[in-house]
Nanobody
């Protein structure tokens, strides 16, 4: 079992930056693809970004390309989401997830490809 704990959310103004962290425990995540999803009130959970197990591949939703960056530090068993130029439409609960299957370059984009989830961290961007 892997436990994922997100942190770093908060209330910021439009244009600001936040860095989310996802700390894993229980098992090493070095062999897992990792992803971030978000869910706004009244909306479905949506894919934000994913990184392959070796960090060599990443994918982003079009809505965050050029503004968000995913990274991982396998030595610290942690995944990060750097969010710049935040917009009010980025307001959501952000979830970290781990996918145990796939090859070294796999970057799953569907929520049902993931096996473990964190509890989420709230990000609120005011205009």
């Amino acid at each position: 079992q892997v436990q994922l704990v997100e942190s770093g959310g908060g209330l910021v103004q439009a244009g600001a930056s936040l860095r989310l962290s996802c700390a894993a425990s229980g098992r090493t995540i070095s062999t897992y693809a990792m992803g971030w999803f978000r869910q706004a009130p009244g909306k479905e959970r949506e894919f934000v970004t994913a990184i392959s197990r070796n960090g060599g591949s990443t994918d982003y939703a079009d809505s965050v390309k050029g503004r968000f960056t995913i990274s991982r530090d396998n030595a610290k068993n942690t995944v990060y989401l750097q969010m710049n130029s935040l917009k009010p439409e980025d307001t959501a609960v952000y979830y970290c997830a781990a996918c145990v299957s796939g090859n070294y370059y796999y970057t799953p984009q569907s929520w049902d490809d993931y096996d473990y989830w964190g509890q989420g961290t709230q990000v609120t961007v005011s205009s």
